[in-house]
């Protein structure tokens, strides 16, 4: 969750998260007092809930690997099935998806200072 904060913080601002600050251990230390305080509150909030991951660690969830190959076909595409039915004749071990001239929104893009 950490790194998704990062990531949606430098995106929606434009720069990296302690743009401003020294990259060095005193950073990294504060930046891990600041979560374990995080922490300390949570547990205040939800008793004991740091402990229930500890008795079963099997027991979090855990993704299951995404492939192209167990996604279902589009219903409402005549078109993305009938290529989707060619390619899978064609060629079974790979799936190409043609992106060649992929533009990204300016939007989306990182503006300078």
Known sequence: MINFGVI???LSSGKPPFY???HDT??????CEEIKVLFEEA???IPNISTSYEKNPDAIYTSRLFTFNNLTKPINSSLITSYLDDDEENNKDCQDSQLFDLEVSSSLQLKDE
């Open 8 to 10: 949606m913080a430098e």
């Open 20 to 22: 401003k600050r020294k």
């Open 26 to 31: 005193t950073l990294a230390l504060e930046i």
């Open 43 to 45: 547990n205040k909030e």
